[in-house]
């Protein structure tokens, strides 16, 4: 396009908006609304990036593109298109760097489903790509936006008043490492973005400093034609789950990596991966940690560095700079990096569990405290209707609570709870409630919270068979979760079983169809 004679029309396009084609032609994709806490930071960091492009002698060309802002759809229908958004971006990702002549792209990503959609998408196109945070938000106050959600029900308990909670939301809130910024720090983990900018804040200098430095690596990568498959590989997502366990990132990560691994077809890369990994990799971040604590202690580096020093890296994975990742590593630790010496625990933060309720895997925290539980179900088919349950007082200690045909097909789209754990846990609970679901729990909830059941009850998991009282086991030790029923009547039940209908149109019906199990990182059947 840029000198065959019948490419001419074109020319005209770009040079009569100035826009030199002597040089990298570099979109930056840009996913942030004013909806984003970080929009009136915004243009500093838009600034920053196409100053480092032009620094290294780059055209840059900003994108608008599709985004979702988790927080304003949870706890409502809105959130069963989270998901099913990671793949439309994905698509968005492929349609904007192949329709038009750009020779490398900034991805800038503002939550787990952009960070994971644009994965997707540039691994699609393979061009080279660089990935950009827009950062943390280090608040006024120490609590988090899952603070709130469990003031909800502590003034329900009546152990906090509704002026306090009146006055928690008058406040800035920290952000905390959660499915909002977990996939941010995998990115870095994974090699694809310019140390320490995964979990800065977007206020201040920092930020448009490493805004300059990503500008100007992505015009380095496109001369040098390194490409997200060339660092992408199987290592790199071993080293990224690693990561992940250590740092006690949300379990909705590994469903993005998992469909990383599906992406670049990364063999025998599965749950039981994820699990060998997590049994000998200790925890080194503490549960709920802030963005602005976890980057003050060293961010991604220093884990990344800990994990090493205890042999559990792949230090030859290579990084953006075509690198091996003990090089980023041995810099790191030359400019003042300092890894974590202190375990918090021997094993990783996460746990597989298998039983007749969940015989394809589920996802589960590893709890510090209590490792078993046997309660009476209550069963519910909607976060709604748990949350119905829950407000009326319906909920005993003593309880599973089971939520179902929240799963990726069954949902659809698979949404993330954040309503109803936060209310177990803020009505004080949380040491005597279950919860078992085949949707996705929110990355601050802690408890004995059971994710991801697979096979979902849409397509006849045997979550769709539990009844009102029936008792179920949770063993976190032997990896179980059990409906405790005889096997003769737990058949008889399946033969009478009809999954209930999925209610919708349009693009939740079309994602219904097509997904795959979240053991394959719920992505689309269809091949790219």
């Known amino acids: 396009m840029k000198t065959t004679l019948h490419h001419a029309p074109q020319r005209t396009y770009f040079t009569a908006k100035r826009i030199s084609l002597d040089k990298p032609l570099i979109a930056i994709l840009n996913p942030i609304s004013e909806l984003d806490l970080s929009f009136i930071y915004f243009n500093k960091i838009l600034e920053g990036l196409k100053a480092g492009i032009i620094e290294g002698g780059g055209e840059p060309i900003v994108v608008n593109m599709p985004s979702i802002y988790p927080h304003a759809q949870f706890g409502h229908a809105g959130g069963k298109f989270s998901l099913p958004m990671r793949e439309v971006i994905a698509d968005n990702v492929e349609a904007a760097l192949s329709a038009f002549a750009y020779d490398g792209a900034v991805l800038i990503t503002n939550s787990d489903i952009v960070s994971a959609g644009f994965m997707l998408g ?211 630790f030359d400019n003042g990096f300092n890894k974590i010496d202190e375990s918090l625990s021997n094993a990783g933060s996460v746990v597989i569990m298998r039983g007749n309720l969940a015989e394809d895997g589920a996802f589960i925290k590893r709890q510090q405290t209590s490792q078993t539980f046997s309660g009476k179900a209550k069963v519910y088919d909607s976060e709604e209707d748990a949350l119905a349950a829950i407000n009326a007082g319906q909920i005993k200690k003593g309880t599973v609570v089971v939520v179902r045909y929240e799963g990726p097909a069954g949902g659809p789209g698979m949404r993330e709870l954040v309503a109803l754990p936060a209310l177990i846990e803020g009505m004080g609970l949380a040491d005597g409630v279950a919860l078992i679901t085949d949707g996705r729990v929110n990355g601050a909830s802690n408890g004995m919270f059971i994710s991801s059941v697979m096979p979902e009850a849409y397509r006849d998991g045997k979550i769709a068979l539990v009844k009102d009282g029936d008792k179920i086991d949770i063993d976190l030790i032997k990896q179980k979760v059990q409906l405790d029923i005889p096997s003769k009547e737990l058949s008889q039940r399946g033969k009478k079983h009809k999954p209930k209908d999925i209610l919708t149109t349009g693009m939740l019906l079309r994602y219904s169809k097509l997904v795959t199990s979240a053991q394959d990182g719920c992505t689309y059947r269809k091949k790219f």
């Not at 709130?148 to 009546?158: D, E, M």
């Not at 900018?197 to 920092?206: A, D, R």
């Not at 690596?217 to 496109?222: F, L």
């Not at 060998?276 to 602005?292: A, F, M, N, Q, W």
Request: aromatic content about 6%.
């Open 122 to 332: 540039a691994l699609r196109i393979n061009t080279p790509a660089i990935f950009f945070n827009v950062g943390a938000l280090y608040g006024e106050k120490k609590e988090s936006l899952y603070d709130i959600y469990k003031g909800v029900g502590k003034v329900s308990a009546g152990s906090l008043s509704l002026d306090n909670l009146k006055k928690l939301e008058e406040l800035t809130p920290s952000d905390i490492i959660d499915s909002n910024h977990a996939m941010a720090l995998v990115i870095e983990a994974l090699g694809l973005c310019v140390t320490n900018s995964s979990s800065s804040s977007f206020e201040g200098i920092e930020k448009v400093s490493l805004a300059r430095e990503t500008g100007r690596a992505i015009v380095r990568m496109i001369k040098d034609d390194i490409t997200p498959r060339m660092i992408l590989k199987r290592e790199s997502i071993l080293n990224a789950i690693t990561f992940a366990v250590s740092a006690g990132l949300p379990l909705d990560t590994y469903i993005h990596l998992l469909a990383f691994a599906n992406a670049i077809e990364a063999a025998k890369l599965d749950l039981n991966t994820i699990q060998t990994i997590s049994d000998k990799t200790p925890v080194l971040v503490k549960e709920g940690t802030r963005v602005d604590e976890f980057h003050a202690l060293g961010s991604v580096m220093a884990v990344l560095l800990s994990l090493k020093e205890r042999g559990l890296l792949d230090t030859n994975a290579l990084t953006y700079q075509n690198t091996p990742l003990i090089e980023s590593l041995e810099k790191a």
